[in-house]
């Protein structure tokens, strides 16, 4: 494939040195208001995802929670990149069906000829147009949360609420840092101390994180926020490719009785473990970071089944989704293959 510096960057800055993350490029805002020319719109938009990118994911959860499906269509690229990066090939004739590309580089091409950047996801295409709007992941959500409130199903919940806010950036800030880009930090380390550092900064945070989550059930207020989908995004994947792959492996999440309890909730709460897809996301990091898998062997493990076992945290209280209800169950020309299910 011709990918093997690791690419879960925009622009490929899995450097030789310490390893880090490019902001994002284009960060146009969706807005109710379209003070940036895109004004929030059903049927417009099309999100483009890879479910097995934990950035992409928190995007497709929140999607769902809040009931946007018939508003805000979605691309599932191919988990596996070549090298011109994301690609429609699990549609038929390997086209997006709605944007009519092979490649999601074809929508930045629209946006900005000549960009030398990277392709990222997640990533919001115009569709009238078929120009990227949006790979900005970071605000992707808090803006489907906030801006595109007037398109939200009946009972949706309150992801982002004005009186948690400075809370939930404080949480989601920590949990950045240290686990969602701390696990790539540790993965594509290419010194002993950098891993050391970037390892040992993982695990410190998840147990700070284990112990806020001992007596609470989620990590801001009582009801589901954005920080829980933040780190919910990096839990899922641990024990299948964290722990192995990116060598994160002090303990597993299946040996921390509080945090697998915890991101065992989130998965049985609708809108999480429906959109998971773990045979994508085991395909795309081992096979496509060569420079740290050369085989691009895909192990058989981890045993799923426990996912779906009692979590018992009911006993903490909360209420999953405030004054709001669950979401109803995913349409079916969204349902995750039986292949990736755990
Ligand atoms: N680094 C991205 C954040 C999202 C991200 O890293 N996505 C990864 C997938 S997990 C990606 O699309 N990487 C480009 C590639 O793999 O070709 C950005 O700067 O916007």
Redesign the pocket.
């Known amino acids: 494939m011709g990918?093997d510096d690791g690419?879960?960057?925009?622009?490929?800055?899995y450097g030789r040195t310490a390893f880090t993350?490019?902001?994002?490029?284009f960060a146009d805002r969706i807005t109710a208001d379209g003070r940036d020319g895109w004004p929030v719109e059903a049927g417009r938009y099309r999100l483009v995802v890879?479910r097995?990118?934990?950035?992409?994911s928190r995007a497709v959860i929140s999607r769902r929670l809040l009931g946007l499906e018939d508003a805000l269509s979605l691309a599932v690229a191919d988990p596996v990149?070549d090298d011109r990066?994301?690609r429609f090939t699990l549609d038929p004739d390997g086209r997006d069906p709605v944007l009519g590309i092979r490649f999601l580089s074809e929508a930045y091409d629209r946006r900005e000829t000549g960009y030398p950047g990277?392709?990222?996801?997640?990533a919001v295409v115009d569709v009238p147009s078929g120009k990227l709007v949006t790979?900005?992941?970071q605000q992707i959500t808090l803006d489907l949360a906030t801006e595109w409130s007037a398109l939200h199903r009946e009972g949706a919940p309150d992801l982002y609420p004005s009186a948690l806010r400075e809370e939930i950036d404080e949480v989601a800030a920590a949990v950045y840092e240290d686990v969602n880009n701390g696990v790539y930090r540790a993965g594509f380390a290419t010194g002993q101390a950098e891993y050391e550092a970037a390892c040992a900064g993982v695990f410190r945070r998840l147990e700070w994180l284990a112990a806020r989550l001992e007596r609470q059930r989620y990590l801001v207020g009582d009801t589901i926020t954005e920080a829980d989908i933040r780190l919910f995004t990096t839990l899922v994947r641990f024990d299948a490719v964290y722990h192995g792959h990116f060598k994160c492996n002090r303990w597993k999440l299946t040996e921390n009785q509080v945090l697998w309890a915890y991101a065992r909730d989130l998965f049985q709460t609708p809108g999480f473990g429906d959109t998971v897809d773990f045979d994508h996301i085991k395909r795309?990091y081992y096979q496509?970071h060569t420079g740290i898998n050369p085989t691009r062997i895909v192990p058989l493990g981890p045993d799923l089944a426990g996912w779906h076992a009692p979590h018992g945290r009911e006993r903490l209280g909360g209420r999953p989704f405030g004054d709001g209800t669950p979401p109803g169950p995913v349409p079916p020309r969204e349902a995750v293959p039986s292949a990736g299910r755990a």
């Open positions: 990918r690419t879960g960057e925009g622009n490929s800055a993350r490019s902001k994002s490029h890879s097995a990118c934990p950035w992409a990149q990066s994301w990277g392709v990222s996801v997640p790979n900005d992941y795309h496509v």
